[in-house]
T-cell receptor, first 113, second 110 residues
């Protein structure tokens, strides 16, 4: 089975800290995505990447950046964490531009205090 | 981007068919409809997708109206494990972006 692994299930960070959320997939997928999920708002796309060293902004990129140095790893970076970034973060990957191949990780619940 | 509208919640008796509706009136001709579901505390899981024709797989059936402005996901024999939030999504044409809405919370009861 395709596995998308997010490094932490739960994280607690302080306001102003730089936070790294890591995501690794093991099926050689080209595409990787970061979403955040909040009650009443559903999943919102933050950033995505179609290839190594390539990134594109999603719908809510402000306050975030990403890094994709290797095909299997896509990192989400909160440059200076704020309390409004407390959320569930979900990483996904897909093999091609088809949408149906999305495989999600289990999520990282980040709390910024 | 085409948006979708789903009822916020639905109930279904175990063993009965669950029919989950979705409106996507602004969908364009080359945009696919996808369904995912999210069981509590897990990431979303792909169910099925379609363009124009009805589709069926081992999990569900997808019925798309002829004008493509709405669709229905059918779980033929719902079980308690089908309790989840179901998302109807239109893939942005020419991209691999999936824009999720808030979905329908399906509660299957014994």
């Amino acid at each position: 089975d395709v596995k998308v692994t997010q490094s932490s299930r739960y994280l607690v960070k302080r306001t102003g800290e730089k936070v790294f959320l890591e995501c690794v997939q093991d099926m050689d997928h080209e595409n990787m995505f970061w979403y955040r999920q909040d009650p009443g708002l559903g999943l919102r796309l933050i950033y995505f990447s179609y290839d190594v060293k390539m990134k594109e902004k999603g719908d809510i990129p402000e306050g975030y950046s990403v890094s994709r140095e290797k095909k299997e790893r896509f990192s989400l970076i909160l440059e200076s964490a704020s309390t409004n970034q407390t959320s569930m973060y979900l990483c996904a990957s897909s093999p091609d531009r088809g949408g149906y191949g999305y495989t999600f990780g289990s999520g990282t619940r980040l709390t910024v205090v | 981007d085409a948006k979708t509208t789903q009822p916020p919640s639905m109930d279904c008796a175990e063993g009965r068919a669950a029919n989950l509706p979705c409106n996507h009136s602004t969908i364009s001709g080359n945009e696919y409809v996808y369904w995912y579901r999210q069981i509590h505390s897990q990431g979303p899981q792909y169910i099925i997708h379609g363009l124009k024709n009805n589709e069926t797989n081992e999990m569900a059936s997808l019925i798309i109206t002829e004008d493509r402005k709405s669709s229905t996901l059918i779980l033929p024999h719902a079980t308690l494990r089908d309790t989840a939030v179901y998302y109807c999504i239109v893939r942005v044409a020419g991209t691999d972006k999936l824009i999720f809405g808030t979905g329908t919370r399906l509660q299957v009861f014994p």
